[in-house]
C-alpha cells in the first residue's frame, strides 16, 4: 500500500457546519490548515439555519438572553464552556462570510436579540436565530394570511398539512398545489432547486402559480429556490408574484443547507485551507504525554498520515458517526480514540420507552476541559456535536453550537500556536 | 345501541381466527370475525416468521413434527404466495450435542419430515456467513411465512364468501341464555360504540387472552399461560436458508430470512400478562451472542427491530388428573357443550402458526357437531385470494414489478418500495386513520431508517384524503413514532442508533414535530 505524509499546521476532522467554520478560520488566522472529512455533514441534511437555541425547554423568543439562563443553569452544557459573548462573535463572522461568498446577493438575517418563528414542512412553528433571507419572510411573528404552496411531484413536501396546521395555530394559511412536469416521479429538493435555476422555467412556474394567489398572500414554497443562485431566484420569483415570498425546509437532501456548505468551503478555501472529502481517519498517533502527534486517514486506496501541531476534532455525534455505541454497550469516540464523558455504561439504563423524552443516551460526547481541550490530548480541541451536555435536536441549538465552538476551537490553537511561538 | 347477527362469530383475528373465519366461510357459514385491534396484531403477527418442515419437534414432541410437516405440504398449495421457499438447514454447531444429529435423522424418519444429510463444505458453500466450525448440516423444507399478509387474505377470501371482518371491536361481554351461548357485545375500542351480536355458535380463538373470553361467558379453568418470547429482526438477509441449531430445541436457535430482514429467535419467559412487552436486557445480549455462534459477526449488522411475541400454553385447571395437567404447547380445543354443559361455545387455543388451518379445521368442525350439521371441509385444498396461481413469493418480485414503473411511479418507502399509488389505495380501502396498520399491511416505514424519511410522507398523503384533518393526520404520525419507538430502543447500537438519531433530526430539527398544535 502507499503510504504518503503530509504536514500542516493544524488538521481538522470533520467537514460539517463546525469543522469548516475552525478551518476557516484557522486559515484566516494564518494557519495551514487541512480539513479532513469521509463525507460531508449535517449540512445537507439540516434546514441551512443557524438555531442557537429554541427551546429551553419552553419557547425561546430571546436566545441571547436564554442562553445566558441555560449557562446559569446547565455548566455542562457547551454553551457554558463558550459564552455569549463567542456566539455573537461567530454569529457575526458567519453573517460576513455568507455575504462575501459564492452566491452572489445571498445573505442571514437576524441575531441573538430575536428568534424568527418559520414554519416547518408539518406547519408546526420553529423558533431559529440566523436564517437564510430566502426563509425570513415567513417569520409568523408578522401577521397577514400565507399560501403555502406544494407540488404533488415533491413527495417531501406536504402544503396542505402544512397549511392545515399553521392555520390550528390560529395563523391564516391556505394552501395551493402546482403541476409540475418531470421526466421521472421521483423527485427530490435538489432536483428541483436545479429547475428553478432556469430562468425560462422559472418564469413558466411563476405564470402558472399567479392566477392561484390572493390579496396579500405571502407565499411559502419548499425550500428549492436556487442552488447556484437563491438571491437571484428567489427576489425574481418576489417581483413575478409581486409577493413577499419564503422557503420552507424539505425533508433532507437540504438545499439551504447545501448552499451553507458552499459557503463555508469557499471561505475556507480563499484563506488557503484545504478540504480532503472521502477521507476517513483510521487512527491517531498518540506521543507519551497523549498530545496527538499524527492522524492516519485512508482515502483513495491509499493510506496518509497527516502531521500537525494541532487538531480539531468536528466529527459529530451519533448522528455523523462520530460517537458510536457497541453491541457492548460501550460508547467510543471513533476517529482519535478519545475519552467519552456523559454515557450510560453497559447495565445503565440508555433510552426511556416514549420516545418524545428525554433520553440517558442523548447528552453523550467527547470529554473536554474548560477550552474544549480533549480529555488526555491537550492538542485536540473538540467542536460542534461531538460535544457533550446538548440535546441539539430538541433543543434547536446544533448550528449555534457548531458556529460558536468552531469559532472557539479555532482561536484556541491559534493562541497555542501563538504561544509556542512566543515560547 | 346496533345489532347484528351472523352463524359464526369469531373473537380473535390471528391466524386461528382468520382461519377459522375463512373455513367455516368456506362451508357455507355466515361469519364475522372481530378482533379488539388490527389482525395479527397479537401471536400472530409477532412471530419468526418460520414456516416449520417440522424437524424442530422430532425428537421432542414427534405428533407436533408430524402436524407440521402435513401442514407445510398444504400451506404451500393453499397459501403459495405468503410463503418463500427457502428451505431450511440444521447444523451442528461446536456448542450442540453432537449426538444429538443422529436422533434427529431417527426422528426425521420417524416423522416423514423430508430430511438430506449434506456435507459441512457444502452447507457452507451455499450459505457462506455460516458458522465454518459446524460438523454436520441436513436440508428439510423449512420456509418462511408472512403472517400478515396470510391473515388478510383468509380475512378477503372469508369476505368474498360474504363474511364480515370488524378490526379495533373488543368483546366486552358474552351472552349467555342459561347453557346456551347466544352472542357476544362488541365495543368500538376507538369510538366507544357498542354493537350486540347474535350468534349461532361463538368461537374463541384470542390466543393467549382465550382466559379472558371464556371468562366473559362465564367458563371456569380455561388458563392459557402466556410463554413471551423476544425476536430481533437484523437489517440483511444473513442467510437466505432457515438455519436451526440440530439440537434439543431452546433459546435463539432459529435464523429465520423474510423479506430483507433475518430475524433470529427466540426466548421464553413466562408471565402473567398477555400484554407484557418488557424486552430484558439479557434476553437481547443472549439473542445477539446465539446469533454469532450460528452467524459469526452477527452483532456487527443492523438490530433493525425488536419484539415479543406470546405463545398461548395451555393448562386445563378443569381437568383432573394428572394427564392434562402438563402445559402444553400443541394446540387445545375446547368443545364447552362437553367440557362445561354450555352449548354454542367453543374455544381453540394453543398451537403454533403453522398448524393454525388444522386448528380452524377441527374448530369447524366442533361448530358442526354442536349444530347438527354435517359440512366438510375445504381449506386443504382451496387455494387463498392471491395465491392461486401456486407461485411462491420470491425476493426479487417486487423489485422486478417497481422496476416496470420506476419513472412514473413515486416511491413513499423506499427501504420497503411502497408506491404512491399502493399507499393510497390501502388508506382508501382500510379507511384507517392508524399508520401502524398500514405498516403491518404494506411494511411501511419496516426497513432500516425505521420511518425516518416515509412517515412524513404518508403523513402528508393521508391527510390528503377525504375526511382527514391535520390533527387526525398529527395523531397519526406521532403514535406511528411511539409505536416504531418502542421496538427499536432496546435494541439501539451501531449504525442503527446512528440510524435513530439522523431520524431525531428529522421530527425534531428540521419539522419540530413535538412543538405541533395540540
Not at chain 1, 65 to 85: C, F, N, S, T, W
Not at chain 2, 57 to 76: S, T
Not at chain 2, 277 to 306: I, N, S, W, Y
Given at each position: 500500500m502507499m503510504r504518503s505524509e503530509l504536514h500542516f499546521d493544524a488538521v481538522v476532522v470533520g467537514a460539517g457546519v463546525a469543522g469548516l467554520v475552525a478551518g476557516a478560520r484557522l486559515a484566516e488566522g494564518g494557519a495551514r490548515v487541512c480539513v479532513l472529512a469521509k463525507g460531508v455533514g449535517s449540512t445537507?441534511?439540516?434546514?441551512?439555519?443557524?438555531?442557537?437555541?429554541?427551546?429551553?425547554?419552553?419557547?425561546?423568543?430571546?436566545?441571547?438572553?436564554?442562553?445566558?439562563?441555560?449557562?446559569?443553569?446547565?455548566?455542562?452544557?457547551?454553551?457554558?464552556?463558550?459564552?455569549?459573548?463567542?456566539?455573537?462573535?461567530?454569529?457575526?463572522w458567519l453573517a460576513e462570510r455568507v455575504v462575501r461568498g459564492p452566491l452572489p446577493g445571498y445573505r442571514y438575517v437576524g441575531g441573538l436579540e430575536r428568534n424568527h418563528l418559520l414554519p416547518t414542512a408539518i406547519g408546526a412553528v420553529r423558533p431559529s436565530t440566523l436564517v437564510p433571507e430566502t426563509m425570513a419572510g415567513g417569520d409568523l411573528r408578522s401577521g397577514g394570511p400565507v399560501c403555502i404552496v406544494g407540488s404533488p411531484v415533491l413527495r417531501d413536501f406536504h402544503a396542505s398539512l402544512c397549511a392545515a396546521n399553521l392555520a390550528r395555530a390560529g395563523i391564516e394559511a391556505r394552501s395551493v398545489a402546482v403541476a409540475i412536469e418531470v421526466e421521472r416521479a421521483d423527485q427530490n429538493s435538489l432536483g428541483l432547486a436545479r429547475r428553478f435555476d432556469d430562468a425560462d422555467w422559472r418564469s413558466a412556474f411563476a405564470s402558472q402559480l399567479v392566477p392561484l394567489l390572493q390579496g396579500e398572500e405571502r407565499v411559502g414554497l419548499p425550500a428549492v429556490l436556487g442552488s447556484k443562485d437563491p438571491h437571484g431566484v428567489w427576489s425574481d420569483l418576489e417581483d413575478r408574484l409581486a409577493r413577499r415570498v419564503f422557503e420552507i425546509p424539505t425533508l433532507p437532501p437540504s438545499v439551504p443547507g447545501m448552499r451553507l456548505f458552499e459557503v463555508l468551503r469557499a471561505a475556507l478555501r480563499e484563506a488557503g485551507g484545504r478540504l480532503v472529502l472521502g477521507s476517513e481517519v483510521l487512527a491517531a498517533e498518540r506521543a507519551d504525554d497523549g498530545r496527538v502527534v499524527a492522524v492516519r486517514a485512508h482515502a483513495s486506496g491509499r493510506d496518509v498520515r497527516?502531521?500537525?501541531?494541532?487538531?480539531?476534532?468536528?466529527?459529530?455525534?451519533?448522528?455523523?458517526?462520530?460517537?458510536?455505541?457497541?453491541?457492548?454497550?460501550?460508547?467510543?469516540?471513533?476517529a482519535l480514540g478519545l475519552a467519552v464523558s456523559g454515557a450510560p455504561g453497559p447495565g445503565e439504563e440508555r433510552f426511556v420507552a416514549e420516545?418524545?423524552?428525554?433520553q440517558p443516551m442523548a447528552r453523550v460526547g467527547v470529554a473536554v476541559d474548560a477550552q474544549l481541550r480533549a480529555e488526555g490530548a491537550e492538542n485536540v480541541v473538540v467542536a460542534g456535536a461531538a460535544l457533550p451536555g446538548a440535546v441539539p435536536w430538541r433543543e434547536?441549538?446544533?448550528?449555534?453550537?457548531?458556529?460558536?465552538?468552531?469559532?472557539?476551537?479555532?482561536?484556541?490553537?491559534?493562541?497555542?500556536?501563538?504561544?509556542?511561538?512566543?515560547? | 345501541m346496533a345489532s347484528l347477527s351472523t352463524d359464526v362469530l369469531v373473537i380473535g383475528g390471528g391466524a386461528t381466527g382468520a382461519g377459522v373465519a375463512w373455513d367455516a366461510a368456506l362451508r357455507g357459514f355466515e361469519v364475522l370475525l372481530v378482533d379488539r385491534a388490527d389482525l395479527s396484531e397479537g401471536t400472530s403477527?409477532?412471530?419468526?416468521?418460520?414456516?416449520?418442515?417440522?424437524?424442530?419437534?422430532?425428537?421432542?414432541?414427534?405428533?407436533?413434527?408430524?402436524?407440521?410437516?402435513?401442514?407445510?405440504?398444504?400451506?404451500?398449495?393453499?397459501?403459495?404466495?405468503?410463503?418463500?421457499?427457502?428451505?431450511?438447514?440444521?447444523?451442528?454447531?461446536?456448542?450442540?450435542?453432537?449426538?444429538y444429529a443422529d436422533r434427529f435423522v431417527e426422528g426425521c424418519r420417524a416423522t416423514g419430515v423430508d430430511c438430506e444429510e449434506i456435507s459441512p463444505a457444502q452447507a457452507v458453500g451455499e450459505e457462506p456467513r455460516l458458522n465454518p466450525e459446524i460438523s454436520r448440516a441436513f436440508r428439510v423444507p423449512d420456509g418462511n411465512i408472512d403472517s400478515w399478509k396470510t391473515v388478510w387474505s383468509m380475512a378477503r377470501g372469508a369476505q368474498e364468501h360474504g363474511g364480515r371482518v370488524m378490526t379495533y371491536h373488543a368483546a366486552v361481554a358474552i351472552h349467555r341464555d342459561g347453557d346456551e351461548v347466544t352472542g357476544a357485545r362488541l365495543r368500538d375500542t376507538r369510538s366507544g360504540e357498542e354493537v350486540d351480536v347474535e350468534a349461532r355458535v361463538t368461537v374463541n380463538a384470542a390466543g393467549a387472552w382465550a382466559g379472558r373470553v371464556a371468562d366473559l361467558a362465564g367458563i371456569e379453568g380455561v388458563r392459557v399461560l402466556p410463554g413471551r418470547g423476544i425476536m430481533i429482526a437484523m437489517n440483511h438477509r444473513l442467510v437466505n436458508t432457515v438455519v436451526n441449531r440440530c439440537q434439543m430445541p431452546t433459546d435463539g436457535d432459529i435464523i429465520v430470512p423474510i423479506r430483507t430482514v433475518s430475524v433470529i429467535g427466540t426466548t421464553d419467559q413466562h408471565t402473567d400478562d398477555p400484554d407484557d412487552?418488557?424486552?430484558?436486557?439479557?434476553?437481547?445480549?443472549?439473542?445477539?451472542?446465539?446469533?454469532?455462534?450460528?452467524?459469526?459477526?452477527?452483532?456487527?449488522?443492523?438490530?433493525?427491530?425488536?419484539?415479543?411475541?406470546?405463545?398461548?400454553?395451555?393448562?386445563?385447571?378443569?381437568?383432573?388428573?394428572?394427564?392434562?395437567?402438563?402445559?402444553?404447547?400443541?394446540?387445545?380445543?375446547l368443545d364447552h357443550r362437553e367440557r362445561d354443559g354450555v352449548s354454542r361455545f367453543v374455544t381453540i387455543t394453543g398451537g403454533k402458526l403453522t398448524t393454525f388451518r388444522l386448528m380452524a379445521e377441527e374448530t369447524v368442525d366442533a361448530v358442526c357437531r354442536q349444530l347438527g350439521e354435517e359440512r366438510p371441509c375445504a381449506t386443504k385444498t382451496t387455494q387463498l385470494p392471491g395465491s392461486e396461481s401456486g407461485r411462491h413469493y420470491r425476493l426479487g418480485e417486487r423489485l422486478e414489478r417497481?422496476?416496470?414503473?420506476?419513472?412514473?411511479?413515486?416511491?413513499?418507502?423506499?427501504?420497503?418500495?411502497?408506491?404512491?399509488?399502493?399507499?393510497e389505495a390501502t388508506m382508501r380501502r382500510t379507511g384507517t386513520m392508524n399508520l401502524d396498520d398500514i405498516r403491518r399491511l404494506l411494511r411501511l416505514g419496516m426497513g432500516p431508517c425505521q420511518g425516518g424519511f416515509c412517515i412524513y410522507r404518508a403523513t402528508g398523503i393521508l391527510h390528503g384524503l377525504d375526511g382527514i384533518s391535520a390533527e387526525d393526520a398529527d395523531g397519526a404520525l406521532l403514535h406511528f413514532l411511539q409505536e416504531r419507538w418502542k421496538g427499536v430502543w432496546p435494541i439501539l447500537y451501531g449504525d442503527q442508533l446512528r440510524q435513530a438519531r439522523l431520524d431525531d433530526w428529522i421530527f425534531h430539527g428540521v419539522l419540530d414535530v413535538e412543538h405541533l398544535p395540540s
Open positions: 445537507h441534511l439540516a434546514p441551512g439555519t443557524v438555531d442557537v437555541l429554541g427551546y429551553a425547554p419552553e419557547r425561546v423568543d430571546e436566545p441571547g438572553r436564554a442562553v445566558g439562563e441555560l449557562i446559569a443553569a446547565r455548566p455542562d452544557h457547551p454553551y457554558a464552556l463558550i459564552g455569549v459573548e463567542a456566539i455573537g462573535e461567530a454569529l457575526s497527516y502531521v500537525a501541531s494541532s487538531f480539531v476534532l468536528a466529527t459529530g455525534g451519533f448522528a455523523s458517526g462520530g460517537v458510536e455505541l457497541g453491541s457492548d454497550w460501550i460508547t467510543r469516540e471513533t420516545y418524545v423524552a428525554e434547536l441549538s446544533g448550528e449555534g453550537i457548531a458556529v460558536a465552538s468552531g469559532s472557539r476551537a479555532a482561536s484556541t490553537v491559534l493562541s497555542r500556536a501563538a504561544a509556542g511561538a512566543a515560547a | 403477527g409477532r412471530f419468526h416468521g418460520l414456516l416449520h418442515s417440522g424437524g424442530r419437534y422430532v425428537v421432542k414432541d414427534p405428533r407436533a413434527a408430524e402436524e407440521c410437516i402435513g401442514e407445510n405440504r398444504i400451506l404451500r398449495h393453499v397459501l403459495a404466495d405468503c410463503i418463500e421457499d427457502t428451505g431450511g438447514l440444521f447444523v451442528t454447531t461446536p456448542w450442540d450435542d453432537p449426538d412487552h418488557t424486552v430484558l436486557q439479557a434476553e437481547v445480549d443472549a439473542m445477539l451472542d446465539d446469533g454469532e455462534k450460528l452467524v459469526p459477526g452477527f452483532r456487527r449488522a443492523r438490530a433493525l427491530r425488536v419484539w415479543t411475541g406470546v405463545r398461548p400454553l395451555f393448562e386445563d385447571a378443569k381437568a383432573d388428573s394428572t394427564d392434562t395437567r402438563d402445559v402444553t404447547r400443541a394446540h387445545a380445543l417497481k422496476e416496470q414503473h420506476l419513472r412514473d411511479e413515486q416511491l413513499i418507502c423506499e427501504c420497503e418500495m411502497i408506491p404512491r399509488s399502493k399507499l
